[in-house]
């Protein structure tokens, strides 16, 4: 996650994912870490000791990190943090993680993508804090269970929530206006989405309807989660692809159709261009979520937020949290002083100062109440929309290590659809059959 891209960034693929992978099993044998000890038994609060922290950020949340790291420091002066963004950018984090298990130079806390969680826990080198978690004072059921399922592999948890997010309309006041289509509604389906797609678009000024990422990246992927969710259907049938059902083919099938008949639908190469494009009046409405805002914000464009369109009333949507992931050097005053700080640095006082500080939405339910979130609201309106949508992530993307190049192979047919090169039946069960033996292997 980066200030200026930070949700184009935060949902795109990591290049190479795949190599990635194996990179990440060959240097723990794809074991298990082993949670017969706890990485901070023996713990001894007082002792000096040095953490690293990769915050994974850059620009105003990079100085935000140090200043917080700064502010913990003096209040535990037998702690010293050295802080780091860990890469040039966020989306290196998980190489550069991987050379250092190789190497035995990894932090003891980074922040990680989601979609990586499987990866790392397969590592063998993240701490367990499931029973850490499980105290009542650190307050774990005030984070969504999305976020929660995300950091919980196999019934370990490798790390706490950095931010929360979810997917929901933006779309284009003016834009409707002009069309005389009114606009979209919490109780919208997808075919009130299609119409007004249709509505909207406008061939001769090159204006859009909505638009859809077909990189084939998880940017690509995520977007069609909730559509499946909506029908019913599911990712995975323990580790066996399920996406390939009815309920898959259907939700492709409607954007199949927006694309490919009604041509009402910008397709976008790189992930990069659809955000910009609506920003400058050429889409009417795009699937998008509370990272957009900034951007928005800066273009000074009117908008309005709804909840995604739904199918027979179901409206769920799809959540990306990204990680504090914390790693186990054998060290348990190093193990010990990384949960403190993230517990810290996650709670609900010191979260409004992060997350809400940087445009996020709240870690934490009881956040709500703060002046701190009464501010976000009022600079980022369509905050609050964001927030109440957090009831409709009802579920998480799988967490097996396998998830990453499974999605690619769903990305891939998605893209493959929407540009009319496949039909979604056929597209989704060679995705499903490339992602047998990954998903088999995790």
Same mark, same amino acid.
């Given at each position: 996650m980066t200030i200026p891209t930070r949700g184009i960034r935060r949902t795109?693929?990591?290049?190479?994912?795949?190599?990635?992978?194996?990179?990440?099993?060959?240097c723990s044998g794809g074991s298990k870490a082993d949670d017969t000890k706890d990485a901070a038994e023996g713990y001894d609060p007082a002792a000096q000791v040095t953490?690293?922290?990769?915050?994974?950020?850059?620009?105003?949340?990079?100085?935000?990190?140090?200043?917080?790291?700064a502010e913990y420091t003096k209040a535990h002066p037998n702690v010293t943090i050295k802080t780091s963004t860990g890469a040039s950018t966020t989306d290196d984090l998980l190489t550069k993680l991987s050379a250092g298990f190789t190497g035995g130079s990894y932090p003891d806390i980074s922040y990680a993508y989601g979609s990586w969680a499987g990866e790392l826990a397969t590592s063998g080198k993240t701490q367990n804090l499931a029973k850490y978690v499980a105290d009542p004072a650190f307050g774990w059921q005030e984070i969504p269970e999305a976020a929660r399922t995300t950091a919980?592999?196999?019934?370990?948890?490798i790390g706490v929530p950095a931010l929360v997010d979810n997917l929901a309309l933006?779309?284009?006041? %003016? /834009?409707?206006?002009? &069309?005389?289509?009114? =606009?979209p509604t919490d109780q919208?389906?997808?075919?009130?989405?299609?119409?007004?797609?249709? %509505? /909207?678009?406008?061939? &001769?000024?090159?204006? =859009?309807?909505?638009?859809?990422s077909v990189s084939g990246s998880e940017d690509t992927t995520w977007h069609l989660w909730p559509m499946l969710w909506q029908r019913g259907g599911k990712i995975l049938d323990g580790k066996k692809p399920a996406f390939n059902s009815d309920a898959g083919v259907g939700a492709l099938e409607q954007l199949r159709a927006m694309a490919v008949d009604?041509?009402?639908?910008y397709l976008d190469q790189t992930d990069e261009k659809y955000v910009p494009l609506f920003a400058d009046g050429h889409i009417g409405m795009i699937m998008s979520g509370p990272w957009t805002l900034l951007d928005l914000k800066e273009a000074g464009i009117e908008y309005g937020v709804a909840q995604l369109p739904g199918y027979n009333g179901d409206h769920q949507t799809v959540s990306g949290p990204d990680l504090w992931v914390l790693f186990d050097h054998a060290d348990a005053n190093r193990a010990g002083a990384s949960r403190d700080f993230i517990k810290w640095l996650t709670s609900k006082e010191t979260d409004a100062k992060w997350n809400l500080a940087i445009g996020?939405?709240?870690?934490?339910?009881?956040?709500?109440?703060?002046?701190e979130f009464a501010s976000y609201v009022k600079e980022y309106p369509g905050g609050q929309k964001f927030f109440d949508n957090l009831v409709n992530?009802?579920?998480?993307r799988p967490t097996l290590a396998g998830y990453e190049e499974m999605s690619r192979n769903v990305g891939d047919a998605i893209a493959k659809v929407l540009q009319g090169a496949a039909k979604p039946k056929e597209a989704l069960d060679d995705a499903a059959k490339k992602s047998v033996g990954v998903l088999e292997d995790s």
């Open positions: 795109r693929l990591l290049a190479g994912a795949a190599g990635v992978a194996l990179l990440l099993g060959a953490i690293t922290w990769w915050t994974g950020q850059t620009t105003e949340a990079e100085v935000a990190a140090e200043q917080l790291a919980t592999y196999d019934g370990r948890v933006i779309y284009n006041p %003016k /834009l409707f206006d002009d &069309a005389k289509v009114p =606009y919208w389906s997808w075919d009130d989405y299609r119409a007004a797609a249709k %509505k /909207l678009t406008n061939a &001769a000024q090159n204006q =859009y309807g909505t638009a859809y009604d041509k009402s639908m996020n939405l709240p870690l934490r339910s009881s956040e709500q109440g703060t002046p992530a009802k579920q998480a």
